[in-house]
C-alpha cells in the first residue's frame, strides 16, 4: 500500500530522521542555536555530508533528498571548512565533500570592518575600495546569492552569529530581521531548508527570541551536568512547524547527543520529558 502524509526531506543523520517521521518539512528555516562545542557544527557536517553521498536529489517514499547542497560562509574560506571536515570525521564519510556548492562571502564580510585588506583578498586596495563602494550591503549579497541557488536545495548560513553581531545594536537591526523572515517565507515556494547556525548567548535574549520567531523551527543545542560532574551534550526541538504537536504527543522533545568520528552526529539516547 503505498504511504500517505506529506513530503520530508531527510536530515541524513539516521538516528534522527525516523524520529521526525522521515525528516523535516521542505521549505522549512532552521535555527541552530546552540552553547559553544555543544554540538550544532556538528550536527550540521553530519547532515550534509550524509546527504551529498549518496549524490542528492535521490526520491524514496515520502522522502526526497535535496538538490543540490549550498554552504554559504560569511568569515571562513571553503578550504578551512573542508579541512575542519575531513579532520572531524572519517574518511569515508566526506565522500560527498565535493559536490557540495560554497559560497564564500568573507570579503563583503570583511569589507564592513577594520580587517586589513590582505588578510582575506588577494586584489589590491584600489580594487577592494571600488568594489566596496559598488556593494549593495551584506544582507543585499546575502539575498542575490539565495537568489542563486536552485530550488528542492539544503542551504546552510554558516553563520547568523556573524550577521547577527554586525548588525546588533545598530539601526540597521530590523533589516536583518525582515531579510529573515523573507528567507522564512520564500522558502516555502523553493521548497529548500535553511541551516542557520546561531551561537547561544551572543546576543541579548530579546534579539534571540526575534530571530527564533522568524523561522520555523528551533533546535536548542546546550551541555548538561550528569551525575559524577560529567557533562552531557543534549538536544532540544524548541519549536517546529508541522511537526511539534506529533513530537510533544510522543514526549520526544529532548535527546541526548553524542559525536564520534565514525558515526558523526548520533542521538543516542531519546529522552523523554515527563
Do not use: C
Amino acid at each position: 500500500m503505498e504511504t500517505t502524509g506529506p513530503m520530508r526531506m531527510p536530515t541524513g543523520i539516521p538516528s534522527l530522521d525516523p524520529v521526525l517521521e522521515g525528516g523535516m518539512p521542505p521549505g522549512s528555516v532552521v535555527l541552530l542555536l546552540g552553547d559553544v562545542g555543544a554540538g550544532s557544527q556538528e550536527f550540521v557536517y553530519s547532515s550534509i555530508l550524509a546527504l551529498a553521498s549518496p549524490p542528492p536529489g535521490v526520491q524514496a517514499g515520502k522522502t526526497v533528498r535535496p538538490g543540490r547542497i549550498s554552504y554559504i560562509s560569511f568569515t571562513k574560506t571553503k578550504k578551512d571548512i573542508q579541512e575542519e571536515i575531513t579532520f572531524s570525521f572519517r574518511h569515508d564519510m566526506s565522500t560527498g565533500l565535493p559536490s557540495i556548492e560554497f559560497f564564500d562571502l568573507s570579503s563583503q564580510y570583511f569589507d564592513a570592518t577594520v580587517v586589513p585588506v590582505g588578510w582575506y583578498s588577494g586584489t589590491d586596495l584600489v580594487s577592494r575600495l571600488q568594489k566596496r563602494a559598488e556593494s549593495e550591503g551584506m544582507l543585499a549579497n546575502l539575498a542575490d546569492s539565495l537568489n542563486d541557488i536552485p530550488p528542492g536545495s539544503l542551504i546552510v548560513l554558516d553563520s547568523l552569529t556573524d550577521l547577527a553581531t554586525s548588525y546588533a545594536g545598530t539601526g540597521n537591526w530590523t533589516d536583518l530581521i525582515a531579510l529573515l523572515r523573507g528567507i522564512q517565507r520564500i522558502s516555502k515556494q523553493w521548497e529548500s531548508t535553511v541551516y542557520l547556525l546561531l551561537t547561544r548567548g551572543i546576543l541579548d535574549p530579546r534579539q534571540e527570541l526575534e530571530i527564533a520567531d522568524a523561522v520555523d523551527a528551533v533546535l536548542l543545542f546546550r551541555w548538561e551536568e550528569t551525575t559524577g560532574a560529567r557533562r552531557q551534550r543534549v538536544m532540544h526541538i524548541d519549536k517546529f512547524r508541522g511537526l511539534m504537536p506529533f513530537l510533544e504527543d510522543k514526549d520526544l522533545v529532548k535527546f541526548a547527543v553524542r559525536i564520534s568520528s565514525t558515526g558523526g552526529f548520533e542521538v543516542s539516547n531519546i529522552r523523554v520529558v515527563i
